[in-house]
């Protein structure tokens, strides 16, 4: 054989060295993380939970206000956590994305039992699972856009069957799809628990477990193996939940990146509240990079928040989808 006949088989590179596509799935379709641009992490458009009487967030005009509010301040993405049957209106993301420019990634999941109907749960929690994959991998209920993500729920210092089970159905969703797996963390604990169940016992690699609420228990050494077992950890706020820990925001963030962990940390707003909502007055999205960015640039610099606001979140929730892309309903631009 000549010396000019080509590599030999030897020096090609090996099919599983090869790393697979990945994409994030936003309600226009699927885009190449690099697109992703400034990331809102965890937040909401549309809420409603028992929990949660009168602060509903279903006001689709203000939800429009909020990402125009959102993209005048430089944002370009947000991740909305807001799982089934909490008033999602997921039909109508697709025209909020569009006219905003804002790409949005919608959410499939189940929070804890307590903001549901009994007979709601009595309804879905034989298989979970499937409705997870269906919402991703088809369209959340059959006709809309598809789920970019999976939230659940764990508890107090601790997991119950609930949480159990609905952190199995995403287990078992994450191995179809590939997709990230947003845990809301209550009132910032649990996370090791979570990643023992999620990673040890039902095999989900843990960079595809995001931890969140994560600030309202800033435990440095929880926050520390967290990040050095693998997972992302997401710092949401402020909100009253967050008030008493909001000022040691910047201290963690500095104590994990000095870890070496800076490529682990996500940041969001968690608007959950009608009035914490920036057009009625509140903090809201546009908080994030009108007051949160400055803030933690002086902590952290400039290059680190700006990876924090894209890079990270583009890797954390890009996927392989396990199927083919989705086109979506538009062409994957919004506002183009
Ligand atoms: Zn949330």
């Not at 909305?80 to 049957?85: I, M, N, S, V």
């Not at 649990?190 to 095999?203: I, K, P, R």
């Not at 940041?267 to 809201?284: E, H, I, K």
Request: aromatic content about 4%; proline content about 6%; overall charge negative.
């Amino acid at each position: 054989m000549s010396r000019d006949a080509g590599p030999s088989l030897t020096t090609l590179p090996s099919v599983t060295s090869v790393t697979p596509v990945t994409s994030i799935r936003t309600v226009l379709g699927d885009i190449s993380p690099v697109d992703l641009g400034i990331c809102d992490a965890h937040d909401h458009l549309f809420l409603r939970s028992p929990q949660l009487p009168g602060q509903e967030l279903d006001d689709t005009e203000a939800a429009a206000a909020e990402l125009d509010a959102f993209r005048a301040a430089g944002g370009a993405a947000v991740i909305q956590w807001t799982p089934y049957g909490m008033g999602r209106r997921a039909v109508e993301l697709p025209r909020l994305a569009r006219e905003s420019g804002v790409r949005i990634v919608a959410a499939t999941g189940l929070h804890q039992a307590a903001h549901y109907a009994a007979e709601v749960l009595a309804r879905v929690r034989a298989d979970l699972a499937g409705l997870f994959v269906a919402e991703l991998t088809e369209g959340i209920g059959g006709t809309g856009p598809r789920a970019g993500m999976i939230k659940v729920a764990g508890g107090f210092h601790g997991l119950d069957r609930h949480a159990r089970h609905t952190m199995t159905a995403a287990a078992e969703a994450h191995h179809v799809t590939g997709a990230a797996i947003g845990i809301h963390l209550e009132l910032g604990t649990g996370a090791m628990d979570v990643l023992d169940l999620l990673c040890d016992e039902l095999a989900v690699p843990p960079d595809r477990v995001v931890l969140g609420h994560l600030n309202r228990s800033p435990d440095p050494t929880v926050h520390r193996l967290a990040a050095e077992a693998g997972a992302y950890l997401a710092f949401d706020g402020p909100s009253r939940a967050h008030h008493a820990t909001d000022w040691r925001l910047p201290d963690a963030l500095t104590a994990l990146t000095e870890a070496g962990h800076g490529d682990r940390i996500l940041l969001g707003g968690d608007t959950t509240t009608a009035d914490a909502r920036s057009v009625n007055g509140g903090p809201g999205m546009p908080y994030l990079l009108r007051r949160h960015r400055p803030r933690l640039e002086l902590a952290l610099g400039e290059d680190l928040v700006t990876r924090i606001l894209t890079a990270n979140p583009a890797r954390a929730f890009a996927a392989t989808w396990g199927a083919a892309a989705w086109g979506g309903a538009g062409d994957g631009t919004p506002g183009g």
